[in-house]
């Protein structure tokens, strides 16, 4: 099945920092001074995601204003010897990870009902093939701003790989904070998910991630992004998109069937844009890029088969 639509369906739009290091490995901030400053910035949703270990008690740093969801980043080694980074939320102990399989990684969370993204597969070395033999996957990392230090921010084109060999996989941001280490700068704030659930709990918010109901940002919002019937495209549909603030949007297919649109020349108070689907685009996926060149990207939607069309 494909992630759902987050803006189909109802609910709380809740901004998360998904991908977060404490003193509890290399960050540089205890887990309580963490929370507390993400809280202090307006986010709903932390997850603490240490290195090969699953912080205790960070989940009782939850209150009424922002969810704590404990959870790991692990480190198991693959075929070519490369080492992966996975993070799992929603745990419920530590998984010994460092000295096994990928794929028994991710299996030993799941178990525990945690659900696992790969993180900054890019910047890890990771290709495609990589990525498409793990099973049981909410998502890829396709921003990272910690990353960004090593110029490798993005893993943007390992995700379309994904996309165009058919698996639909949905996209995160995050800052992956190391915050207040001397090794680290600029990775607070920066990056985040923005996950529509129908409340502010750990199982609602899990249930989401697992749905796909999210989409990944540096800062600019999309309101809506969806499909509907228009007998004069190609493909019998048009992707239609509500954002904020933008100078650009792209509607990103299958191999060439995309579109970038310059909002700036074309209209520079759009808010609101239409694109007429091509025939064989398979996928219609949204970015949104404002005037300082932030993104945000949107999962893709599966464009129905032609005899599906209207």
């Not at 963490?34 to 209150?63: C, F, K, Q, W």
């Not at 230090?149 to 995050?174: F, N, Q, Y």
């Not at 219609?284 to 404002?290: K, Q």
Request: proline share 6%.
């Amino acid at each position: 099945m494909p992630p759902e639509n987050p803006f189909a369906t109802g609910g709380l739009w809740l901004r998360a920092n998904l991908h977060t290091h404490t003193t509890g490995s290399d960050g540089g901030a205890s887990p309580e001074d963490t929370a507390a400053r993400y809280r202090s910035a307006g986010y709903d949703v932390l997850a603490i995601t240490d290195h090969n270990v699953r912080m205790p008690g960070v989940e009782t740093l939850s209150d009424k204003r922002m969810l704590v969801l404990p959870g790991q980043e692990m480190h198991p080694v693959g075929n070519r010897g490369i080492r992966y980074h996975l993070v799992a939320l929603g745990l419920a102990d530590s998984v010994e990870a460092r000295e096994v399989a990928p794929q028994a990684a991710i299996d030993a969370a799941r178990e525990q009902g945690a659900l696992v993204f790969v993180a900054h597969p890019s910047w890890c070395a990771l290709t495609s093939a990589d990525v498409a033999e793990l099973d049981s996957l909410a998502a890829v990392e396709v921003y990272n701003a910690t990353c960004l230090r090593h110029g490798k921010p993005s893993s943007e084109a390992l995700w379309d790989e994904i996309l165009a060999a058919g698996r639909l996989l949905p996209a995160v941001a995050t800052d992956d904070t190391h915050t207040d280490s001397p090794h680290f700068r600029g990775d607070f704030a920066r990056a985040w998910t923005m996950i529509r659930a129908e409340e502010r709990t750990s199982g609602a918010v899990l249930e989401a991630l697992a749905a796909g109901r999210f989409y990944a940002t540096e800062g600019p919002s999309v309101e809506d992004f969806r499909l509907e019937p228009d007998a004069s495209a190609e493909s019998g549909w048009c992707a239609v998109a509500r954002f904020g603030p933008a100078r650009a949007v792209s509607f990103l297919g299958f191999a060439s069937n995309s579109k970038r649109y310059e909002l700036a020349a074309d209209d520079p108070d759009a808010t609101e844009w239409s694109h007429p689907v091509a025939a064989g685009a398979r996928y219609v996926r949204l970015v949104v890029e404002d005037a300082d060149g932030r993104r945000a990207w949107t999962g893709a939607l599966p464009v129905p088969e032609e005899k599906d069309a209207p």
